[in-house]
Every structure is written in structure tokens, then in C-alpha cells.
């Protein structure tokens, strides 16, 4: 069987382990770290990931661990990795095993954002040909054909819900996503408070939830690479990103906090600059002016100083 490494422990990291961990064959599974800190925090924690669930708290156990350093002598092919790092440590992450990653490596994505992949061909893979695999996840959504191995685990895992989409689809949904998670994230983090801060019935909050996606929808709308494949108003509007916001976050849950919040209180960078930053960008070459996200960006970064 096959081994199946894993970069970046965090929330997704830790669920995408326990999920391929926890199936009937039980894969291989390596876990890479970065930092001596984290094989230590590792350690104490009894080597094992706990999850909690619906069906309540659950750990497994079994991973092998390695710690990647400078200069490391470990020079096992890579085959099949999953990536769950934060956005703006992904390509430095990729670097430090480059030498064990191939033309054959299949590398999966499952990040916050949009362009990780294309920094990671540019900075960590600019002259390999062919360059290895890389496919793009939305949270646990892939786009390899059924006959990929790690694919294939993934969708026997229940609590992922694989689905296997077309390209496009899945360029679609990552803006929908991107959307969702360019209101929730900043305004969360901002405001110091978890998801219960963003019901409709709030008239502030619904109004500032409401410029934000007049704002995102006027950018998604006018996305050429979009148009004419889908109808924009329907996935888009306004209305709908509104709509997406608050079925989110009631999901969620009041007491849950985002990635950006946690980051923020923790004084860790965000990865602001991977969300709103992403849509300043497409803004700014299709010259729409975007003063709300712009905004957003400037007062989580002070939030974040501050912190």
C-alpha cells in the first residue's frame, strides 16, 4: 500500500490525517514537520490526532513522523502528498523536500484562498519538465480521475464527503468559497468575536455584510475567465453571497471561530493577503474601484499589529 504524506498540522491537516488514518486498510500515513517545537508538541500530546465530530471525540494513532530541516538526510520519494500548510508558507514548506518530489509526485491542495498553486510553479518548480502532479482541493473536493490512489482514500472516507468535480466546476466554487470566506474571515477577525456575530437580523452587521458583497459580486461578475460559463447573477449576486454568509456561518456555529480570528489572537500571520488580497488584485486589473476590501485588508493587518 502506498504511503501518503502530509504537510501542515493544522485543523485540515489533522482531519485529512485522521480520515485517511481511520479507513478499514489503514494507509501509511507521514506526517512532515517543520519546526523541532511542533515534533514536541507532538510528543507530549501522546503522538496521536484527536478530532471531534458528530459522533463525538475520536483519536487515532499509527503515524509516522518525520521533521524536516535543512540539510536532512532523508531522501525517500514523496509520491503522494497532501498540503495543508497556511498559504503564505506553502512554497517554503515545498522547498525544504523538493529533493525527494518528482515528475510523478501527486501534490493535493487544501487551502484558504486562490494562486498558491501558481506561486508554487513559479518559485518551487519554474524549471522542472515535466513539473510534478498538482491538483487544486476545495476543502475536500478534488479533480483527478477515480483512478488515483489518493483520491480513491479520500473518497472512502465518510467523514470528507469527497466529490469529484470538472475543472471548471471547481474554479467556480473556489470563487464562491473565496467569497464566503472574504466577509467571514475579516470581519471576525476584526471585530474580536466568533461566527454568532453574523446573523441577518443584526441590522450594523447586515449592512457591512451587505457592502462587502456588492462589492465581491461586482468583481466576481466581471472576471472574463467566468463569463459566459455560468449564470453570474444566480452564482454571484449579491443576494446569494449574502445568503452564502450567514448559511455558513449558522453551520458553523455561533461559538466557532475562523482561521483568520485564531490567527489574529494569536499574533500569527493571515492570510488576508491569499483572500480579499486576491480579489484587490483582479480588481485592480480590471480597474474596479474596491474600497470596502481595501478597507478590510488595512484594518486586519493594524488588528494583527496590534494583537
Known amino acids: 500500500m502506498e504511503r501518503i504524506y502530509i504537510l501542515g498540522l493544522g485543523n485540515v491537516g489533522k482531519l485529512l490525517a485522521h480520515a485517511v488514518r481511520t479507513l478499514p486498510e489503514q494507509p501509511k500515513v507521514t506526517l512532515l514537520l517543520h519546526r523541532e517545537s511542533l515534533l514536541e508538541e507532538w510528543e507530549a500530546g501522546g503522538k496521536s490526532v484527536v478530532v471531534e465530530g458528530e459522533d463525538g471525540i475520536n483519536c487515532s494513532t499509527g503515524y509516522d513522523v518525520e521533521l524536516v530541516v535543512p540539510d536532512q538526510r532523508i531522501s525517500a520519494p514523496i509520491h503522494h502528498l497532501f498540503v495543508a500548510t497556511k498559504t503564505f508558507t506553502t512554497a517554503s ?3 525544504s523536500i523538493r529533493d525527494r518530489i518528482s515528475s510523478t509526485t501527486r501534490i493535493y491542495f487544501f487551502q484558504n484562498g486562490i494562486g498558491t498553486v501558481d506561486e508554487v510553479l513559479q518559485k518551487v518548480f519554474p524549471d522542472s519538465h515535466p513539473a510534478p502532479l498538482l491538483f487544486q482541493g476545495i476543502l475536500f473536493h478534488g479533480t483527478q480521475p477515480l483512478d488515483d490512489y489518493a ?4 473518497q472512502k472516507c465518510p467523514q470528507l464527503n469527497t466529490v469529484i468535480v470538472p475543472e471548471d466546476e471547481l474554479y467556480f466554487t473556489q470563487l464562491e468559497k473565496l467569497a464566503v470566506n472574504a466577509i467571514i474571515n475579516p470581519l471576525t477577525a476584526i471585530s474580536d468575536a466568533p461566527c454568532g456575530m453574523l446573523k441577518p437580523q443584526e441590522a450594523t452587521v447586515s449592512k457591512v455584510v451587505r457592502e462587502i458583497a456588492r462589492e465581491i459580486s461586482t468583481i466576481l461578475c466581471a472576471l472574463p475567465e467566468i463569463a459566459g460559463n455560468v449564470d453570474l447573477k444566480a452564482r454571484y449576486g449579491m443576494e446569494r ?3 452564502l454568509v450567514y448559511k455558513t456561518a449558522r453551520i ?22 491569499h483572500i480579499n488580497g486576491f480579489l484587490l488584485r483582479r480588481a485592480e486589473e480590471l480597474k474596479i474601484p474596491c474600497p470596502v476590501n481595501r478597507t478590510l485588508v488595512q484594518l486586519v493587518e493594524a488588528k494583527a499589529a496590534r494583537m
Open 241 to 243: 453571497l449574502e445568503a
Open 252 to 273: 458553523c456555529g455561533d461559538d466557532f471561530a475562523p482561521s483568520m480570528l485564531d490567527d489574529v489572537r494569536a499574533r500569527r500571520q493571515t492570510e488576508i493577503h
Open 151 to 154: 483520491l480513491r482514500m479520500l
Open 93 to 95: 514548506a515545498l522547498e
